[in-house]
């Protein structure tokens, strides 16, 4: 089978896995003949075998702009070649990472595994651990673009085929999409953590809440958790740990009803979303309730400071992204 279809089938099954990839996070990429294929920005990993999702840019003016610390970099549309974009849509807001990475096939995700070892504040030494079979390496949190790039150059060295993004996810690349996906379960399977299991959610209670409000109950039982599971909705309440938390669900999680927020999670009831939410707003709080069912009372953890989720939440790129997946 060609690369790229083969691409597109992987793609679109770690897109299909809610422990991989939620909503339009994750991305995926090949490189071949000059050309970088990446994930648009906003487009969803699990449409990439029915949809044209993919856009290509030309890697090597990318990767001479990044050496030169080009602005250009931060959104990547200069480097689109026009000419082969049949989806017309704009390249992923992470398009950098792939670029730096020499391997042709190149796949990022949120796993969420990864993300409960990744937000913890001793990330680095526990990860050291759990990967010296690979290699690898540990980039400090920085927001997407032109930021995380530049974090990625100060700590890559030939070799290194595994990233692990600080308060954020996972990198893996290889040079075929047959071995990229074989790494791909191989860390995340020696990266798998404990998880508490689901607190069924209160229905009765749910749906009289709902009772002439333009709310619904959420509908996996995953997502219920956030709010059934005592200690997930204490430490993933107010606090961000990753950079699509804070961009979909703001940076707390509302509790009441009255908030009027697109996904309200009711204390040991469970989890409503607003009937206008965007398609990615349950995902997300899923995600969130099994990053948090991963994590114990007294696991050290770090969150996104002020600075940084005042620099996620307005970058340009970023608003693109949004307005696009409002619109999915
Ligand atoms: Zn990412």
Redesign the pocket.
């Known amino acids: 089978m060609p690369e790229f279809s083969a691409l597109k089938i992987l793609s679109a099954r770690a897109g299909a896995d809610p422990l991989l990839v939620q909503a339009a ?2 991305n995926t990429s090949l490189k071949q003949n000059g050309v970088m294929w990446i994930k648009a920005s906003g487009a969803w990993l699990r449409d990439a075998a029915t949809r044209d999702i993919f856009v290509p840019v030309d890697h090597e003016v990318l990767l001479t702009a990044l050496a030169g610390n080009d602005p250009a970099c931060e959104a990547c549309t200069d480097f689109v070649l026009a000419d082969l974009n049949a989806s017309g849509l704009r390249p992923s807001i ?1 398009t950098t990472l792939h670029a730096l990475m020499p391997q042709r096939v190149v796949v ?1 995700v ?1 796993c969420v595994n990864t993300i409960a070892w990744a937000i913890r504040g001793d990330a680095e030494q526990r990860l050291a651990e759990k990967l010296k079979a690979f290699n690898w390496a540990f980039i400090p949190y920085a927001r ?1 673009g032109l930021l995380l790039a530049n974090a990625i150059v100060a700590r890559l060295i030939p070799g290194i085929d595994v990233l692990i993004l600080g308060n ?2 996972l990198v893996v690349a290889a040079e075929s999409v047959a071995e990229v996906e074989k790494l791909l379960n191989r860390v995340v399977e020696v990266l798998v953590k404990p998880v508490r299991a689901t607190v069924p959610p209160d229905l009765a209670a749910l749906h009289r809440l709902c009772k002439g409000t333009d709310y619904a109950l959420a509908r996996n039982i995953e997502t219920h958790a956030l709010a059934t599971d005592v200690l997930a909705l204490e430490r993933g309440k107010d606090a961000v740990f990753y950079p699509d938390h804070v961009v979909f669900l703001g940076i707390s999680v509302a509790t009441e009803i009255e908030s009027g927020a697109a996904l309200v999670a009711i204390p040991g009831k469970g989890v409503l979303i607003r009937g206008d939410a965007k398609p990615a707003i349950e995902p997300m709080g899923r995600c969130l309730a099994d990053v948090m069912r991963r994590i114990e009372a007294d696991d050290p953890l770090t969150a996104l400071d002020d600075e940084a989720i005042d620099r996620l939440v307005n970058w340009d790129a970023e608003k693109y992204r949004r307005s696009l997946t409002a619109g999915t």
Do not use: I, M, S
């Open positions: 996070g994750g992470e990022h949120h997407p954020h996810g």
